[in-house]
Each structure stands twice: as structure tokens, then as C-alpha cells.
């Protein structure tokens, strides 16, 4: 049996549609986690859940020169975000395209596009805006990529990038560009989060709002979904691959 193979099994066996088996982090990203281009993820979950820290590690099991990832910032500072950063070694940019360097050795993996802060609030969005949106589209026509917006409804509603979000959501499959959003809102995000992600981690929410939008993922129980978010403990996520409806809990 070769590697894949093995892999494969391994991952069918921890992934089940009738049982809910707990992962830990390690093992679920080595022998879990499957990702081709174009598929979309969504993480959900409130104020230190591990959101961040969760879709830095997904991507630094995905990413590749080949399959680049670009991280939209939209807070002058995070600690996590710069630390992960530098482990990922993403490179930090504030314009996008990024500047082209001859003395750039390699492509890199990745990028973390975080524009300067002015703090104004009416200039910083406007700036924001210019920038991400200018991502977003390039990422759409060229595809290929993988984009990371860190909180889906400040992409929406504060910097109203709602309509290429949408687009990004229904069409960036087929040009292989994965739309990837965290939000600590799950009832303010649009809905394409929950029906277009084929990748989806759920942290434990008390907004009883935010669960009744579990109906809205499609393919799985979302009874046995709410009552499995309820008893997730700190840092842990449901993770359900929409795909065949798999479930797993993955553990810190």
C-alpha cells in the first residue's frame, strides 16, 4: 500500500457521517486534512478561539510557491498574525501587486498583505478597501491561490466587499482560488460561508442565533452539529467536510 493509499484510510477511519471521533491538531493536519485548489474554507468561532492560529496552520500545511496564500491583515496590530508570519515565512507586503524585487531568490508561499495604518479610521478603510479589493480581483482573474480574509464580516459590511466576496464564494472554484474567511460573527457573515465552504471549522458558540445557521451548511444534522459545538472545550473546532458530510472534532 503506498503512502496516499494509507493516508486516505487513515483519514476515512477518523472522518465519520455517524460518529463524532476527537483529533488532535498534529495528527488531523498529517493525516486528515485533504485540500485541492478552488475548495473554500470557513472557520468559525468568537474572540480567542484560535481562529487565527487554526487557519495559520491550515495553511502551512497547504501552501506552496506553486498554490500561494495571501493573508488579508485588517488590525494595525496582531501578534499572532506577525509571529505566524515569520514561521510560515509569508512574506509582509502593504501594496498589492506585490513590488517586484530582483533580489528576491525564490517565489515565496505566501504573502500577508497588511496595508499602513494612519489611524484614522475613514483613511485606514479606504486604504483597506483599495488594497484587498485589488487582491480579490487579481486573485479571481488569475486563480490559482489560495486568499485568507481573517474576519469575513469586516471584509463585508465595514469595508462593503460583499459583492466580490460572493463571486469569489460561487465562482473561484472553477478557477482554482480558494476563498478562505474566519468570523468571530456568524450570524452577520453571508451565507455563501456556510453553503459554498467544502471545509468547515466550528468552535463552540452560546448565541443560540449562531447555531440555528448550521441549517444552513447542508449535508449533515445540524442537531448533531449544535450538540457537538456545545461540548467543544477551548481551542478545540468541529471540522466537517462537506464533501460526504465527515465529521471530526480536532482537538489543540
Given amino acids: 500500500m503506498d503512502v496516499a493509499q494509507d493516508r486516505e484510510q487513515t483519514a476515512d477511519h477518523v472522518l465519520t457521517a455517524t460518529g463524532i471521533t476527537r483529533v488532535p491538531r498534529e495528527e488531523f493536519l498529517d493525516d486528515c486534512w485533504d485540500y485541492s485548489p478552488g475548495e473554500h474554507v470557513t472557520i468559525l468561532g468568537p474572540t480567542n478561539s484560535g481562529k487565527t492560529y487554526l487557519g495559520y496552520q491550515l495553511l502551512d500545511a497547504t501552501a506552496t510557491p506553486k498554490l500561494p496564500a495571501i493573508v488579508l491583515v485588517m488590525k494595525p496590530r496582531d501578534a499572532t498574525v506577525?509571529?505566524?508570519?515569520k514561521t510560515v515565512e509569508f512574506k509582509k507586503i502593504r501594496v498589492w501587486p506585490p513590488p517586484i524585487s530582483q533580489w528576491v531568490a525564490k517565489k515565496p508561499r505566501g504573502y500577508v498583505l497588511w496595508p499602513r495604518f494612519v489611524h484614522d479610521p475613514e483613511r485606514d478603510d479606504a486604504e483597506l478597501f483599495r488594497q484587498f479589493h485589488r487582491c480579490l480581483m487579481d486573485s479571481y482573474k488569475r486563480g490559482n491561490r489560495i486568499v485568507f480574509g481573517d474576519e469575513a464580516y469586516s471584509l463585508a459590511e465595514e469595508l462593503s466587499l460583499e459583492r466580490i466576496m460572493?463571486?469569489?464564494?460561487?465562482?473561484?472554484?472553477?478557477?482554482?482560488?480558494?476563498?478562505?474567511v474566519a468570523s468571530q460573527k456568524p450570524t452577520h457573515i453571508p451565507l455563501w460561508a456556510y453553503s459554498m465552504a467544502e471545509h468547515l471549522f466550528i468552535h463552540h458558540d452560546p448565541d443560540?442565533?449562531?447555531?440555528?445557521?448550521?441549517?444552513?451548511?447542508?449535508?449533515?444534522?445540524?442537531?448533531?452539529?449544535?450538540?457537538?459545538?456545545?461540548?467543544?472545550?477551548?481551542?478545540?473546532?468541529?471540522?466537517i467536510r462537506r464533501v460526504d458530510g465527515a465529521m471530526c472534532v480536532v482537538e489543540p
Fill in 82 to 85: 506577525d509571529r505566524w508570519s
Fill in 208 to 239: 443560540k442565533r449562531a447555531r440555528q445557521r448550521y441549517a444552513e451548511i447542508g449535508g449533515v444534522d445540524p442537531k448533531l452539529v449544535e450538540d457537538t459545538v456545545m461540548s467543544l472545550k477551548r481551542h478545540e473546532f468541529l471540522y
Fill in 166 to 180: 460572493i463571486t469569489l464564494w460561487t465562482k473561484g472554484r472553477s478557477m482554482d482560488c480558494g476563498f478562505w
